[in-house]
T-cell receptor
Framework: GEDVEQSLFLSVREGDSSVINCTYT??????LYWYKQEPGAGLQLLTY?????DMKQDQRLTVLLNKKDKHLSLRIADTQTGDSAIYFC???????????FGKGTTLSVSS | NAGVTQTPKFQVLKTGQSMTLQCAQD?????MYWYRQDPGMGLRLIYY???????DKGEVPNGYNVSRLNKREFSLRLESAAPSQTSVYFC????????????FGPGTRLTVL
């Protein structure tokens, strides 16, 4: 079946880089997504990558896609305390009808 | 442009009570979704509506019903609430052009006692 897997927790120190990893099974996604959820809030789109790309850089964010291994990663450079949140990887299901989400990675940034 | 709005923000129900969660979007999106979020479970799809007049079951539809009232509004109804339905409920809508992104509402925090 379709599945998206992420590690549940990541703890880093302020100023370090954070890398959040995601693997997925089947997907019809033209785009693959990273969403961010701050405490008590809804999910906001953080960034996305086109499925034909290997890498996308957006300021402090770098998304890497290995389509052969079905592996997606999000790197946050110079991590700040304001980056503390839950990060979700999401891909479109095979039918193309809805996004499938990982369980989310809780990023904790200490000063 | 308010995006996706949900009401209420918080609700406490007793077992067996019914209620409807409301969702509206002003982005002229065809597709709308209801998810629930539980600790350690991520987001699970309850129901979705690919377009006005159609609805389909997602991963966890039992105990819920939906209505796609018009293109803007998609409601979720709990006919007889159970403690297992204590959760945070998110509505989303999706643009099918461009980046095919789903946009989420702020959520409804429901507690069933």
């Amino acid at each position: 079946g379709e599945d998206v897997e992420q590690s549940l927790f990541l703890s880093v120190r302020e100023g370090d880089s954070s890398v959040i990893n995601c693997t997925y099974t089947d997907s019809s996604s033209t785009y693959l997504y990273w969403y961010k959820q701050e405490p008590g809030a809804g999910l906001q789109l953080l960034t996305y990558i086109f499925s034909n790309m290997d890498m996308k850089q957006d300021q402090r964010l770098t998304v890497l896609l290995n389509k052969k291994d079905k592996h997606l990663s999000l790197r946050i450079a110079d991590t700040q305390t304001g980056d503390s949140a839950i990060y979700f990887c999401a891909v479109l299901n095979q039918a193309g009808t809805a996004l499938i989400f990982g369980k989310g990675t809780t990023l904790s940034v200490s000063s | 442009n308010a995006g996706v709005t949900q009401t209420p923000k918080f609700q406490v129900l007793k077992t067996g009570q019914s209620m409807t969660l409301q969702c509206a979007q002003d982005m002229n999106h065809n597709s709308m979704y209801w998810y629930r979020q539980d600790p350690g479970m991520g987001l699970r799809l309850i129901y979705y509506s690919a377009s006005e007049g159609t609805t389909d079951k997602g991963e966890v539809p039992n105990g819920y019903n939906v209505s796609r009232l018009n293109k803007r509004e998609f409601s979720l109804r709990l006919e007889s609430a159970a403690p297992s339905q204590t959760s945070v409920y998110f509505c989303a809508s999706r643009e099918l052009l461009g980046t095919d992104t789903q946009y989420f509402g702020p959520g409804t925090r429901l507690t069933v006692l």
